[in-house]
């Protein structure tokens, strides 16, 4: 009978305090200033770009996430709208994935930590567009339509084709992603990430697929490529950081060739190289979270990236814009920086929907037996 | 039988020797390549680590999360003396049943990954950050939960090593309340082992990164990693730094805590 | 005094320890488990916890499972020889105090910098690897790349099991009274007989309880084997991160805690068969 009691209470307490717990706790008080930034869905809405920047220095702090300071010149570019604004940008989780950021939205809602902005990969922005705030901005019109969503909940910002980083002192330069097999790769050739976890990897794994006869709704020749990387001995499992291509350990990684470059200008004898007619490119997707804790500032950061300030600083950084044909027009972009950028042979695929979807599938199934 | 003793003790250093050089030469490998990654070549990694000035200002947020984290690992080394020593000491005396549970309770920290720990900290921290702010102290209140294993074991071992029963029988019948036992019969007895818990709570804290890191909080560990994005050696050389830093704390809090001792 | 309320008096001096594990830790607990039983539209469903099922994630527990013993018990044998070796030396002395704070450090020292650290030390091309080879003639790899593989996992945590043992061990040993050498010797007994009968016994239950926190810890460490294994997620902790981060297949969260789940589950099971060995040698002191 006192086992029974002893239990029961137990149980009961257990629920309540779950129940406790998922309730959150009430709204903080925010002051009508913030309200008119928070649903603007422009800069007129917000009042003019002068006001909207105005309640942005009220605001004093940005929070980002996921953003390295040597991914697209990112350091440059939060210094940079520091400078300009005088606001403080709190740079959290540097190596998260998109989907820790949305999770971190998801787990700090409400609280003065949370993310103000994103930048994502394209299936993780699709599946949480909810979480969004629509705005366009000023440059609105310069992006093309295939690259931004019409009601302006997300616009992609800056995009890349895949790459083969490699230590020209260390290995010798490859030609094409066959030449990987060689023997002089022993134990080299690293992939940024797993294709099932981070974006970058898998479509790494989507370029060694159609630099082996695969195509766009193929991946099965990428996997097949990999397997056989990783029977010569040449494939190493470590996941390639600044430190371990610094020191030697991964001299040869698949990556998007705006972080190889970037690693180029840490490391003198970093090369980048796009294989030829193997060309997968991707861009990211920039939005504002609805429950910023900072709306008016997270706008203001979006106006910043989009000018040709901001676009040229990716630039620099070995990322193309979206931004790029107009402002080649309009004669802004910055002439040295496009001219720098890896050469490209041949047409660059982007995967739809649908074929990343059927990807993934196979990867799922089939990855972890490949080079497990 | 001195002569026995004396051959013992020859014996116990032979086998002290062996065993600390052959483990020793164990741990110190991966170190000494840390040691070599960041002197390589001609680079500036050390003589700018030693420069504070420079060094707090070239990597401002790098000082914030030192801070942060010497804050953290006192308040949680305190809350967990205050939480844990006394109940591990209540419960052998008194609840003999409940050790079990509480045993388990104390594993349980160390069942869950910090990655999901951190999904069910989530709701619980937004009530902290409604009452207490955000600040990168509130961590103390999950750092002290994941502390328990480790700080619940040395002190387990310890009170094992001791007659915890005939201590607390014979001090109650010579008229000692169950405070003067707990605090003046008990615990000086498991000095060795609440040191150790102690020890063990500062490591913890200052090695600790991902749970800071998921609530978007900083420490140490955090600004290292965030330093390593910019620098890999210098990233490698402020791990280094910090290991000494602990180690060095650690040293300080053994020693601090023999003084009583030797004023007896 | 009435027992009940000697017995609630006892009870009310865990109130403080209980309710702040309540708030802190069992709370976000259930929040877990009760997501491991959240359908991923809404609603209650056994779906993630039945897919638990699944051979990679089977093989995956498994292969956990199996790198926390052998760390645990490699960790608590080895610890335990280097706890003794400081509990025999001047108990105020220097090179106790060194090695233990060195303990407490290394003890906590993991995630990517260990794995650097490692792979620096012992990896294709480190410079013990290329001393062996080069110096000595050997080349440990000539089997294969064991380093990013189980083999490799095991010698990069013995690197903090050894210290976290010595560290939680240590206090039993301190506990050992040089009379019962004594007595035991005075009785004609040897060292042999000494350690089985005597220290041995006394000693185990405080060695199985750290042998069992050792396990523990191995078992939900992860992010040394992150950094060390970044393909195809061999261990638990790793499949985890998969379906909790992973930006390519979405809307894993709640198999992730299923998962944990399963890895309260194994623990709680190893823990019930710590308490029965603990009875059994207890038996020995009685």
Known sequence: MRTFARTAAALLAASTFTAMAACSPPEKESDSGSNKAATAASAADAGGMDALVAEAKKEGQLNVIALPPDWANYGEIIKAFGTKYGIKVNSAQPDASSQDEINAANQLKGQDKAPDVFDL??????????????????TWADIPDTLKDPNGTW?????????????????????????????????????????????????????????????????????????????????????????????????????????????????????????????????YVQAISKDAPHPAAARLWQEFLYSDEGQNLWLKGGARPVRADAMEKAGTIDKTAFGALPKVEGTPVFLTEEQTNKAKEYLSANWAKAIG | MAGLIARRARKQAAFRWIVLVV????????????????????????????????????????????????????????????????TAIWVRLRLPGLRRLVEFICLLPLTIPAIVLVVGLAPVYAWVNYFLGGSSLTLVFAYTVLVLPYAYRAIDAGLSAIDVQTLAEAARSLGAGWGTVMLRVVLPNIRSAVLSAAFLTVALVLGEFTIASLLNRTNVQVAINFLGKSSATMSVAVSLAALLLAFFLLLLLSLLGDRRRASR | MPRALVRARS???????????????????????????????????????????ESFILAAFGRSILLSAVTAVIGAIFGALLAYALATARPGGMLRRAVTAAAGVLAQFGGVTLAFAFIATIGLSGFVTVFLRDQVGVDI????????????????????QIPLMVIVFLPALDGIRPQWREAAESLGGTTWVYWTRVAGPLLAPAFLGSTLLLFAN?????????????????????QIRGALTSEVVLGQQNLGKAMALGMVVVVAVVMTLYALLQRRTARWLG
């Open chain 1, 155 to 283: 616009t992609n910002d800056y995009g890349g084709y895949m790459s083969i980083g490699y230590d020209s002192s260390k290995v010798p330069a490859p030609t094409s992603v066959a030449d990987l097999l060689k023997a002089d790769y022993k134990g080299k050739v690293a992939l940024n990430g797993d294709p099932t976890q981070a974006g970058a990897a898998f479509s790494g794994v989507a370029m060694a697929s159609i630099a082996n006869g695969g195509s766009a709704d193929d991946i099965a020749p990428g996997v097949e490529f990999f397997k056989k990387l990783k029977a010569a001995g040449n494939f190493l499992p470590v996941d390639p950081t600044p430190a371990t291509i610094a020191s030697g350990q991964t001299p040869v990684v698949f990556d998007w060739d705006y972080l190889n470059v970037a690693q180029g200008t840490k490391l003198a004898s970093w090369k980048t190289f796009v294989p030829a007619n193997a060309v997968v490119g991707s861009y």
């Open chain 2, 23 to 86: 483990l020793g030469v164990f741990f110190v490998l991966p170190l000494i390549a840390m040691v070599e990654f960041t002197t390589r070549g001609d680079q500036q990694t050390w003589s700018l680590l030693v420069d504070w000035p420079q060094l707090s200002e070239t990597y401002p947020d790098l000082a914030e999360g030192i801070v942060a984290s010497l804050l953290q690992a006192s308040f949680t080394a305190l809350m967990m003396l205050v939480l844990l020593v006394p």
């Open chain 3, 218 to 238: 191995a078992f939900s460490a992860y992010a040394t084997a992150a950094a060390l294994v970044s393909q195809g997620n061999p261990i638990i902790p790793l």
């Open chain 3, 11 to 53: 009870l009310l001096g865990t109130v403080p320890f209980f309710a702040y594990v309540a708030i802190f830790l069992i709370i976000p607990t259930l929040v877990v488990v009760i997501g491991a039983f959240a359908g991923d539209e809404g609603g209650a469903s056994l779906s993630n916890v039945r897919a638990l099922k």
């Open chain 1, 121 to 138: 990969g394209g299936a993780v922005a699709t599946a949480n567009v909810a979480l969004f705030a629509p705005y366009k901005v000023s």
């Open chain 3, 141 to 160: 790899y000539s089997g294969g790349v064991w380093l990013f593989e189980t083999p490799g996992l095991i010698l990069v945590y013995t690197y903090f």
